[in-house]
C-alpha cells in the first residue's frame, strides 16, 4: 500500500511541475536565424545544403 501511495505523490507531483511550462528541446543548437539560412540555400539549390536535405 505504501507502494502505491507512493507512486501516487510522485505522479501528481510530477504533473504539477511539467503542466504549464513551456518544453525546451535540449538538443536544439540552431537559431531562428540559421534555419532561415539553411530554407534558403536549399530552396535555391545550392550545394551541399540540397544534398544534405535529400
Not at 510522485?10 to 531562428?32: D, K, N, R
Request: proline content about 4%; overall charge negative.
Amino acid at each position: 500500500m505504501a507502494k502505491r501511495t507512493f507512486f501516487s505523490l510522485l505522479y501528481a507531483l510530477i504533473c504539477i511541475v511539467s503542466f504549464g511550462q513551456e518544453f525546451v528541446h535540449p538538443g536544439m543548437l540552431h537559431t531562428t536565424s540559421d534555419l532561415e539560412f539553411m530554407k534558403i540555400k536549399i530552396l535555391a539549390g545550392e550545394e551541399p545544403w540540397k544534398e544534405a536535405w535529400n
